[in-house]
């Protein structure tokens, strides 16, 4: 038997999830360099394999319809839009050259989960440095790395300081609470949290 892993990732959306996870996989793979052979695309499509979503990525980057590949891999086409989504959003980077990327461009691809080293990837940085460049292209478009709050509290413990990307140009707003009951679901020692 073969073992297949799991990751957990959390995020705003589902897309920023699925990346936060992909990159969670620790394969050693960069996304995009995974080798797919297009004579097997279909085979490939129809079995479940660890390497189905890049092929599911290639197929969409070739043209198909969300509707094909949901025939063809029975994957509920609510995700299918959501991976096309994802790749629509990679080809409108790789139109812009890092240097003249619009800052709502750049916002939109940061919120939907796109971390800096798949962005020096789309814009072919190679290097140590690839990195760094995106993060100065960032900071340059008004995107700062902030703690979240709760960190304060635990500063001298040994816990390390949560980091993200505030998505907003240096406003800083309280969300009021709603009256509405949230709920979240998990495995393990939590079940059900209720705030």
């Given at each position: 038997m073969k073992s297949v892993g799991e990751v957990m990732a959390i995020g705003r959306t589902f897309k920023e999830a699925l990346l936060k996870g992909v990159r969670a996989l620790d394969t050693g793979k960069k996304v995009g360099s995974?080798?797919?052979?297009?004579?097997?695309?279909?085979?490939?499509?129809?079995?479940?394999?660890p390497e189905r979503l890049s092929y599911v990525r290639y197929a969409l980057r070739q043209g198909h319809t969300v509707k094909q590949l949901a025939?063809?891999?029975?994957?509920d086409p609510w995700f299918l839009y959501q991976l096309k989504e994802?790749?629509?959003?990679?080809?409108?980077?790789?139109?812009?050259?890092?240097?003249?990327?619009?800052?709502?461009?750049?916002?939109?691809?940061?919120?939907?989960?796109?971390?800096?080293?798949?962005?020096?990837?789309?814009?072919?940085?190679?290097g140590k440095g690839?990195?760094?460049?995106?993060?100065?292209?960032?900071?340059?478009?008004?995107?700062?790395?902030?703690?979240?709050?709760?960190?304060?509290?635990?500063?001298?413990?040994?816990v390390s300081p949560r980091i993200f990307t505030r998505l907003t140009r240096k406003k800083t707003r309280r969300r009021r609470p709603?009256?509405?009951?949230?709920?979240?679901w998990g495995a393990g020692r939590i079940v059900l949290a209720r705030y």
């Open positions: 995974e080798k797919i052979e297009p004579k097997i695309l279909t085979q490939r499509l129809v079995t479940p394999h025939k063809m891999t029975s994957i994802i790749n629509d959003m990679q080809l409108e980077l790789e139109k812009h050259p890092m240097e003249s990327i619009p800052t709502e461009v750049l916002r939109e691809a940061k919120r939907m989960g796109f971390s800096d080293g798949r962005l020096a990837g789309v814009w072919r940085l190679d690839s990195q760094e460049k995106v993060r100065h292209l960032r900071k340059k478009h008004g995107f700062r790395r902030c703690t979240s709050g709760g960190i304060r509290a635990r500063r001298n413990s040994k709603t009256e509405e009951k949230s709920s979240f």
